[in-house]
């Protein structure tokens, strides 16, 4: 089973700061890694798949890097709406499909 | 649109059974494969199980294993899982979430069922 480690637990930014979450695997997953986000009370919602490739309607300011043990999502000036809790997900060795425990962005 | 519609969920003793369901729309069904994943309070997200859009194919999680089943209904666009010897541990939010067509990432979520599990 592929473990995914996700630092830091909690990020605390300022509005319009840049937040840079990192998702560490503990073997080679490609590219196959996804981002979610999740608000509370709300269903995640994808907003990277194969480590970079922004889903429908995910804005710009949302981007993803990384390959092979190292991954890294980016938010490059945050907004109000985008205080939430990140996970990562792979999909390259499965099942099973597993994720990071999450990081939490929260306003500083 | 894609929508994804759980139900069933509710407050069941340890040792008991639920059966939950999923309606789905927006979307050709029979042609995607499907997931249930839950989300136990203030935790993380835990995959619990997969079904083929031909329904041949199943996977589960270790921790559900010999305990839940799931299934589908093409006719009727709908997923199920049922949930026996349910534990506290079970308590969670699940959520059926659809792969992608191509790839095995989640694409779309339902909003989630709360099941408690509780004498």
């Known amino acids: 089973e592929i473990v995914l480690t996700q630092s830091p637990a909690t990020l605390s930014v300022s509005p319009g700061e840049r937040a840079t979450l990192s998702c560490r695997a503990s073997?080679?997953?490609?590219?196959?890694l996804a981002w979610f986000q999740q608000k509370p009370g709300q269903a995640p919602r994808l907003l990277i798949s194969?480590?970079?490739t922004r889903a429908t309607g995910i804005p710009a300011r949302f981007s993803g890097s990384g390959s092979g043990t190292e991954f890294t999502l980016t938010i490059s000036s945050l907004q109000s709406e985008d205080f939430a809790v990140y996970y990562c997900?792979?999909?390259?060795?499965?099942?099973?499909?597993?994720f990071g425990q999450g990081t939490k962005v929260e306003i500083k | 649109e894609v929508q994804l519609v759980e139900s069933g969920g509710n407050l069941v003793q340890p040792g008991g059974s639920l059966r939950l369901s999923c309606a789905a729309s927006g979307f050709t069904f029979s042609s995607y494969e499907m997931n249930w994943v839950r989300q136990a309070p203030g935790r993380g997200l835990e995959w619990v199980s997969y079904?083929?859009?031909?329904?041949?194919?199943?996977y589960y999680a270790d921790s559900v294993k010999g305990r839940f089943t799931i299934s589908r209904d093409n006719a009727k666009n709908s997923l199920f899982l049922q949930m026996n010897s349910l534990r506290a541990e079970d308590t969670a939010i699940y959520y059926c979430a659809r792969h992608n067509y191509y790839e095995h990432y989640f694409d779309y979520w339902g909003q989630g069922v709360l099941v408690t599990v509780s004498s």
């Open positions: 079904i083929s859009s031909s329904v041949h194919i199943i």
């Open positions: 073997q080679s997953v490609g590219s196959k």
């Open positions: 194969g480590a970079s």
């Open positions: 997900q792979q999909y390259n060795n499965w099942p099973p499909w597993t």
